[in-house]
């Protein structure tokens, strides 16, 4: 069994800042982490892998800078890594990235095909959520978004049974290999990596594959040129203006409460209707 | 199969670095551990670089370390509760091409420094603690870290893990950390747009400026506190034994409200927003506190041997000069092929004697008990300065020759006249 996990390197969100003068973010110093949703991915990945054998392959399309988050994928036991950089790819949007991803994917898999692909949800910084499925949709892969869990996997029947969140309950869903899962934040924990896989990351030489290597020829769907999402305007939403009612404390208790609930019946009548308030 | 290296160091502290660094640098085989997610990440300093110490490791460190500010004004302030009384020093001759103090902030220096190990060849490996030292007999062989399968060895470990070692502690190198030779300190980062830093200190470009502070701030412990200016932020603490906080009963966090609240203080970090908070211990012991500092098979550098010039608020250049020193006495030793054994190891003594890190700890070594026995300088000096420069500048028709008496008067009404020139005396016989 051949698993692709896609990482993402992000920074820190928790210590990023925002310039009080200028409003802008402050992305200096800020220290860069794999998109928490990955870790579940990779730490998901190396379990089906613990218990039912192959290879795991991290993948991540990134600045050289990235390979920091390839390096800690050794160090939790991933057995390869790829560090998809080149130049070409750089402003890339989610449509941009998800190609690349995918052509690169399908390059790892002339020499091992691949049966499952992980994704985070989401990511901390994008946040868009659509980089799995754009993978999977190109990939022809199919697809599990939000999986908190993995039930089964059936190497010879070539079936997998996920758990995945849905508004209002749990889906036990199955399907066929190949799949592309995404995975949901709070599904597992890290594992703590061994001295040895310690050794290998700090020694690890991060394989880096430009937009040759990776077999793309149309530099118009990669980078700047394949990605339509346009930036038109970046700004705080500024909080919402909550607007406080002042009531008069020269009424009586219940004059007050009577006050209080006339209020709460005109702006929501259906509650005021349950608590009888007002008739029907 | 266990790994074994030339050498094992213990910490990603200035005195890691320079003792992993020197030695890969040579093509010794360094294998260097680390506890913190990165170098730096678990470390405090004011922070103040002296350059000299560097330069000796990495000449040509000012091309790309990461430096905030070069310093060319340093005031001296004495605080009373609400005035202070001070001195400036500011030249424009330190605004030369190799200015020899900087500002910095330890998190990116330390990363960066760590990254010259490892473009060095030496193996870095962080999120590892050690747990303890392997040894064999008297004879340290190697550690244990936290991780599965963390056994390694090596021919020398070098202890750079900073002040209270637990390492050195377990093996007994030594005793436990006395709180009258231990000083506690907290600082905060305040950050401020570049140009407010500038006009607020009167300076251009990546000029800096630094305050030593002591006074009423301290309650009348023995402490200091400190204020630097970084490029976009400001650096501010306060520090004082760990013995003096215990029977003072005062937290560190009250001390820095009360700094960051006096009134010459106050108007210098307006508006700012506080990015930091941490507290740190110093070793403050001085030269009699100084342990063994090596044994078969193993050395000990930087804070965890206690290197610390407290009066001058050094350690970083200490650190860095003892790191440097205990990994040239491998690679001399390496070079005749001897083993790493006690006697071998006493060159790296013998070496650190010859330096300013003992000379400077020597020359001192008195002062820590002056201190100890004598709080009045914490308490009483301060007010009376602060006082003795009121009454000099209040013009309130009093003649001048009178307000000299009336300061006199106070000075020996605090202190008696014999009490004055014994601490003159032991102060400088104590710096001397
Ligand atoms: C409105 C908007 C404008 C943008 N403009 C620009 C721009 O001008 N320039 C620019 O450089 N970027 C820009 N970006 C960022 C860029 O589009 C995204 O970073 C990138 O496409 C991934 O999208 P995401 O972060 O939303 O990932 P999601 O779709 O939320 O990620 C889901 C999962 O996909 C995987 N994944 C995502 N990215 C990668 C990757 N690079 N490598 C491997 N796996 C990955 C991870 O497993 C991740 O958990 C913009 C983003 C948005 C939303
Ligand atoms: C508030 C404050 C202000 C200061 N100001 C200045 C100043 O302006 N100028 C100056 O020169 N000095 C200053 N100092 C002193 C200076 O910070 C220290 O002397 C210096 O950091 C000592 O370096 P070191 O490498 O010995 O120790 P550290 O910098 O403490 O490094 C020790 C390293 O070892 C790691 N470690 C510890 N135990 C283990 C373990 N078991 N396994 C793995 N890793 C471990 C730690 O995580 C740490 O990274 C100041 C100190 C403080 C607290």
New interface residues.
Partial sequence: MHIVVCIKQVPDSAQI?V???TNTIMRQ?V?AIINPFDVFAIEEALRLKDRFGGRVTVLTMGPPQAEDALRKAIAYGADDVILLTDRAFAGADTLATSFALAQTIRKIGEEHPVDLVFTGKQTIDGDTAQVGPGIAKRLGLQLLTYVSAIDALDLQGRTITVQRRSEGGVQVIQTRLPALITMLEGSNQIR?????D??RS??LTVPQWNKDRAGIEDVSKIGLKGSPTVVSKIFTPKPRAVKAQMIGADLDASGTANAILDILGSRHPRLAQELGLIAP | MAEKFDAIVVGAGPAGNAAAYTMAKAGLSVLQLERGETPGTKNVQGAILYADALERIIPDFRDDAPLERHVIEQRMWVLDEKSFIGTNYRSDAFNSDQPNRYTILRAPFDKWFSGKVKAAGGLVICETTVTDLIQEGKKVIGVRTDREGGDIYADVVILADGVNSLLAKKAGFHGELEAKNVALAVKEIHFLPEEVVQSRFNIKGNEGVVIEIAGAVTHGMVGTAFLYTNKESITLGIGCLLSDFKKAGIAPYTLLEELKAHPAIAPLIEGGEMKEYAAHLIPEGGYKAVPTLYGEGWMIAGDSAGLVNAVHREGSNLAMTSGRLAAETVIALKEMKLPCTAPHLARYKAALDDSFVMKDLRKYKELPDILHGNPHFFSVYPQLLNRAAHTMLMVDGQDKHSKEKTIRGSFVEQRSLWGLVGDAYRMWRATR
């Fill in positions: 800042r310039h009080p003068v110093g220290p703590f990596a061994s001295m040895d310690m050794f700090a020694r």
